[in-house]
């Protein structure tokens, strides 16, 4: 059975920095994702990594501040957010899918749960 489970979100302040981490279960070399979904607002693609971690993906949004790493043999993608803002606030996602890394959430056919982070100003 397929389980993605997402760990590390959390109330922190403007400036901080969070892990996000994403255990895989039940599944190999997939395309990791991550995504977030503020209120009132859609679902952001955040960032995504390719099965080996040589190919990457940001929106612009976070470039430079947000890293998304993997360890295959953990089977677990992380997210490190640095110098996080308010508008950073939302619930993130991590999504696999079999069919490449990219932006787009049709490429992914599995999901997590969601884990909430929320920035302070």
């Known amino acids: 059975q397929v389980q993605l489970v997402e760990s590390g979100g959390g109330l922190v302040q403007a400036g901080d920095s969070l892990r996000l981490s994403c255990e895989a279960s039940?599944?190999?070399?997939?395309?990791m994702g991550w995504f977030r979904h503020a209120p009132g607002k859609g679902r952001e693609f955040v960032s995504a990594?390719?099965?080996?971690?040589?190919?990457?993906y940001y929106a612009d949004s976070v470039k430079g501040r947000f890293t998304i790493s993997r360890d295959n043999a953990k089977n677990t993608v992380y997210l490190q957010m640095n110098s996080l803002k308010p508008e950073d606030t939302a619930v993130y996602y991590c999504?696999?899918?079999?069919?490449?890394?990219?932006?787009?959430?049709?490429?992914?056919?599995?999901w997590g749960q969601g884990t909430q982070v929320t920035v302070s100003s």
């Open positions: 039940g599944f190999s070399r997939y395309a």
């Open positions: 999504a696999a899918g079999g069919r490449g890394a990219g932006r787009y959430s049709h490429l992914y056919d599995y």
């Open positions: 990594i390719s099965w080996s971690g040589g190919i990457t």
